[in-house]
């Protein structure tokens, strides 16, 4: 899973503390065993406990309140009892195992520790023919395991019939890349997507969908705002979208306020050439709009990880190659009759952050 980085996003080692790979808000389990989860690679992407869709970064941000099984004793909060935990545990074992993997997978929960705000981090393992494939921490409340979005545990899960990743070819090529603004392997693989893109915007239809704010209200708003410079200036997007990783991103990412992401995003819009003010005004006439819509494309699509690329239509998850010529081919592939400009070779840099949000 590691990734060699690129000399172009060195001022990146300051914030390690904000990488995918931490521990803290970890995406991805760490594997353990050899032993393939799946033989037919497209069911992983319906295993979305095994190739990363846990967000316990949300934990860390505040982003859930919910009501958990503490329970309040005149004005004093009361910890889970054991037999709750238990139950706690039983519940969810129950509802991965049923609603999230196959039956040859085995999803268990080792550990439960109680947190702030009635959240709980659950250690788990996921074994397949008596061996450990995955283990890693996802987190829940009492009826809620937080993921990508919220999944009620009291309600069954549809899961997306699987693709096998191929689609069917078109005139003109679609691709889409589905993100959350400040996701650090969304953001990151924005960068190489850009390259890609405004390389085949000419001949290929290409968009970013923004469609998760796990991060807060100054993810929400760079969300936005993306999405408003895709609609008023769609040719400007790509230098904005190649120049957000390098300046808007590493400042902001730590900061995470409002008004970095404001000031800092103008800063980058002047400097690509693109009216801020009239930006900002559609962001406040038609943002939540904007966003509403991006958020109904990915439920519609069953997408929740960041990155994730589709290409006519068809869901390539988290799994592609992430560097502009895998994303520039994966495009090209779309094409019933490939473009000239397909034969040439973009970077094979790889991004700077791994995994997914």
Avoid at 102 to 130: K, W
Avoid at 167 to 193: H, M, N, R
Wanted: proline share 3%; charged share 25%; net charge negative.
């Amino acid at each position: 899973m590691t990734k060699k980085k690129t000399n172009a996003h060195k001022t990146h080692q300051a914030h390690k503390t904000h990488r995918v790979s931490e521990k803290k808000g970890e995406h991805v389990s760490d594997k353990v065993s050899t032993v393939p989860i799946m033989e037919n690679v497209a069911l992983i992407a319906i295993v979305f406990l095994v190739v990363g869709l846990i967000v316990g970064a949300l934990i860390s941000y505040g982003a859930f309140t919910m009501n958990g099984p503490e329970s309040i004793e005149q004005g004093i909060k009361v910890a889970a009892s054991a037999a709750e935990i238990d139950a706690l545990k039983l519940k969810v074992e129950d509802y991965v195992n049923t609603n999230m993997l196959p039956a040859e997978v085995n999803f268990a929960v080792t550990d439960v520790n109680e947190g702030d705000n009635g959240i709980f981090e659950l250690g788990y393992t996921i074994t397949q023919e008596g061996e450990v494939v995955e283990q890693g921490v996802i987190y829940s409340t009492e009826n809620k395991i937080i993921l990508g979005a919220v999944v009620d545990l009291e309600e069954d899960l549809t899961v997306p019939e699987p693709t096998d990743g191929e689609f069917s070819k078109q005139e003109v090529s679609q691709a889409e890349l589905y993100i959350w603004g400040y996701c650090p392997a969304g953001a990151s693989t924005l960068d190489t997507y850009a390259e890609a893109a405004a390389y085949l915007k000419d001949v290929a239809d290409v968009k970013v969908v923004l469609f998760h704010d796990g991060h807060g209200a100054f993810e929400t708003q760079q969300n936005k705002i993306q999405a408003a410079i895709q609609q008023l200036e769609p040719e400007k997007y790509w230098d904005y979208a190649r120049d957000f990783y390098e300046d808007v991103y590493p400042v902001c990412s730590v900061e995470g306020t409002v008004e970095c992401d404001l000031e800092e995003s103008t800063k980058l819009m002047e400097k690509v050439g693109i009216d801020a003010d009239a930006v900002m005004a559609l962001v406040e006439s038609d943002g939540d709009a904007l966003f509403a819509t991006d958020r109904a494309k990915a439920t519609a699509l069953g997408i929740s990880s960041s990155p994730s690329l589709v290409v006519n239509g068809v869901s390539f998850g988290s799994s592609f190659d992430r560097t502009a010529e895998g994303i520039k081919t994966l495009i090209c592939n779309g094409f019933l009759e490939a473009p000239e400009i397909c034969q040439d070779v973009l970077s094979n840099a790889q991004t700077a952050a791994t995994g997914s949000c």
